[in-house]
């Protein structure tokens, strides 16, 4: 395989292209967006040439937007038909026209290297056009399915997480925010690919006087940040501090985040008002204040209101809602996750604690607000942690280091 600029010289600026659900100025709330932001800018830092590209729009290199040109009805039904004939993945297959369609607006605009997120192995389908493709594991299917599928979800499921893993023999590389990930498909679920990397996502760090103080914060309020979901923990949010309300009665709760509900099997999901009205006491129902989705703006004003953020998912590969609060100088409580258990040095960054433990986290929630100074001490460490380890220009050239032995390879 040649790269798109065949024998790019060693040291020499490369031509990047990054696939993303929205480009980073859409205001759509998303992880991938958020990481192809932070990225674009670094590795543009850095001398660099990016461009990315949506199913409907591209970004040029000098950072002109432009719609993704589409095809003719009939011309895109005739592709849609063909795509159709590649496997079930369960993804529309005029979708993944658009995706062929994205890539190659930027093999033709020269890219030396593409990176894209691992859903529905689309990787795999790029591979062998010309241009290496680096694959970004944001969260495979096989670890983040609903907890309750029904059959048809179940089958679709299933279609999606054996294209993923096919797609991981085919790329040129894989990397992933942790190494926790990489370890655990390769161990669990034969993940076999030819270079890997664990290279966490970037986070800069915002001024010194902005950052979240001990003493401006409520010491009895905590903030949860994140869909109201089974993923992200919501009941074990709201069952951990019911818990520990027994004991600090002026504690206070604040969600944010969009209420899809907890997945139900024998019915429609369970929303944040019925799950607080059958699950909860008066007294800890009148401490939560639930606001429903949130934007950035409001998300850093309960940053700084808040003693410490909430984290109780039950899967997360490198979750915003931890480096962004880290980022501003304040404390997490964290369920030991993958991002999460990665990101936080217990004890010292905030608190880990297990997976789905309702009595644990209660017992934290308690440790983390008994000391004033301690609190304060974690926050402080928390902010440099992300200013050293999560550094945008160092995640940029580490990133940069896989392209080129991916390009030295091909």
Not at 209 to 229: C, K, M, T, Y
């Amino acid at each position: 395989m040649n790269s798109a600029r065949a024998g790019v010289a060693e040291g020499a600026a490369l031509r990047i292209g990054l696939y993303s659900p929205e480009l980073p100025e859409s205001g759509v709330s998303n992880g991938i967006i958020t990481y192809t932001g932070i990225m674009r800018d670094a590795l543009r830092s850095l001398g660099h040439e990016v461009m990315i590209v949506t199913a409907k729009q591209i970004e040029h290199f000098d950072g002109r937007v432009a719609e993704l040109p589409k095809a003719g009805p009939l011309v895109g039904r005739v592709r849609s038909l063909l795509e159709s004939f590649h496997g079930d993945d369960g993804l529309e297959p005029w979708l993944r026209v658009r995706i062929l369609e994205a890539f190659a607006a930027a093999r033709r605009a020269g890219v030396d290297v593409f990176e894209i997120e691992e859903s529905f192995g689309w990787a795999g389908r790029l591979t062998g056009r010309g241009v290496p493709i680096v694959e970004r594991l944001h969260g495979p299917h096989c670890l983040l399915r609903d907890m309750v599928e029904s059959d048809e979800q179940r089958r679709r499921s299933d279609l999606r997480e054996r294209a993923e893993f096919a797609a991981f023999s085919k790329v040129q590389a894989v990397t992933a925010p942790t190494q926790r990930m990489l370890d655990v498909l390769a161990r669990d679920h034969g993940m076999d690919a030819t270079i890997t990397r664990a290279i966490p996502n970037p986070m800069p760090v915002g001024p010194a006087e902005n950052a979240w103080s001990v003493e401006r914060a409520d010491p009895d309020q905590i903030l949860a940040v994140g869909r109201f979901d089974l993923l992200k923990g919501a009941d074990v949010a709201l069952r951990a501090f019911a818990l520990a309300l027994e004991e600090r009665p002026s504690l206070k709760l604040v969600m944010a985040g969009p209420d899809p509900g907890l997945a139900n099997p024998n019915g429609p999901p369970t929303h944040f008002e019925h799950f607080v009205a059958s699950g909860l006491s008066p007294e800890a129902r009148a401490q939560v204040q639930f606001l429903g989705a949130q934007p950035p703006q409001r998300i850093a004003e309960l940053r700084a209101e808040s003693a410490f953020a909430l984290v109780t998912s039950r899967f997360e590969n490198f979750p915003y809602s931890i480096a962004e609060a880290m980022a501003v100088g304040m404390p997490v409580l964290s369920s030991d996750t993958f991002g999460g258990g990665e990101m936080i040095r217990s004890g010292m960054d905030g608190m880990l604690v297990p997976v789905d433990d309702v009595e644990g986290t209660a017992a934290a929630i308690l440790q983390m607000l008994a000391s004033k100074d301690r609190l304060g001490a974690m926050g402080q460490s928390a902010r440099t942690r992300v200013a050293e380890w999560l550094a945008p220009d160092r995640i940029a050239a580490e990133t940069v280091s896989i392209y080129r032995e991916v390009l030295a390879a091909t």
